[in-house]
């Protein structure tokens, strides 16, 4: 139910979606006639909340300052495992065409692959099912396996979890597969915008990870510069998606 609570709350309130709703209700109050009072407030709100987070990079700023929440540790000298969350590839794709698709996460697969060949003897743990409610047969961690074998990875060293649908059945069902064991070092290989949501989680359900951001989006230093108005609101939706899931896991218990 969470899960499909949350599906259905997100279609509702991405901003991109709240902006469509709003030129919507101000065409309905426009045609029913003799409502311009609030068709004008409709428009009034729309028109400022796109100018805020589409004309200007209102978005990007804050995803600036969430992705600098979590930097990367200096590396271990020992590690005993690396938990990829899932992203990186596109699951639909590879079913329907038989070929891989890589999506703006796949530097979460090609940055594991390059701590394996730093750490060699430390497991590698892909866990990533389906975020589709529709879609549940096409688990992340089919294709995930296909690319990581495919850069040369020992399968004897690869571990999928396919099963979650968001960050906090990633951590629960890996877990409860790997076990890790107290004193063992694990990083956390995830997008640094999603990595605050994520090591909540981790200290929720009391595993000890090492943060290991990838695929920053946003340089240290934001200034005003024109882009393309979808770019923006690009940017707003990635970090208001990340502002409420982490409320919503807080609130419900689901992270420290």
């Given at each position: ?68 929440l ?61 975020g ?48 890790p ?30 943060p ?5 989006i946003?340089?240290?230093?934001i ?34």
């Amino acid at each position: 139910m969470f899960f499909l609570l949350s599906k259905l709350f997100w279609f509702v309130a991405a901003p991109s979606h709240v902006l469509a709703w709003l030129s919507i209700a101000t065409a309905v109050f426009l045609f029913l006639g003799k409502k311009t009072r609030p068709a004008k407030w409709t428009a009034a709100v729309g028109a400022t909340l796109f100018v805020i987070f589409g004309v200007l990079p209102t978005g990007t700023w804050l995803l600036q300052q969430h992705e600098s929440l979590y930097q990367r540790p200096v590396p271990p000298a020992r590690v005993d495992g690396i938990l990829i969350l899932g992203g990186g590839n596109n699951p639909i794709v590879l079913r329907t065409r038989n070929a891989l698709s890589n999506d703006k996460g796949v530097a979460r697969l090609e940055e594991a692959f390059i701590l394996s060949r730093r750490y060699p003897s430390a497991r590698i743990v892909f866990s990533g099912g389906s975020g589709n409610p529709r879609q549940q047969q096409d688990a992340e961690g089919t294709s995930a396996r296909r690319i990581l074998l495919a850069l040369g990875l020992d399968a004897s060293r690869l571990t999928i979890e396919g099963k979650s649908r968001n960050t906090w059945e990633n951590l629960i069902f890996t877990q409860a597969i790997v076990k890790p064991k107290q004193g063992e070092v694990w990083l956390l290989a995830t997008s640094a915008f999603h990595l605050p949501r994520a090591m909540g989680i981790a200290r929720r359900v009391g595993w000890t990870v090492l943060p290991w951001p990838t695929d920053y989006i946003t340089p240290t230093r934001i200034g005003f510069e024109p882009e393309y108005l979808l770019d923006n609101l690009e940017d707003t939706e990635l970090v208001f998606r990340e502002y409420v899931g982490i409320a919503v896991y807080r609130l419900s218990g689901k992270s420290a």
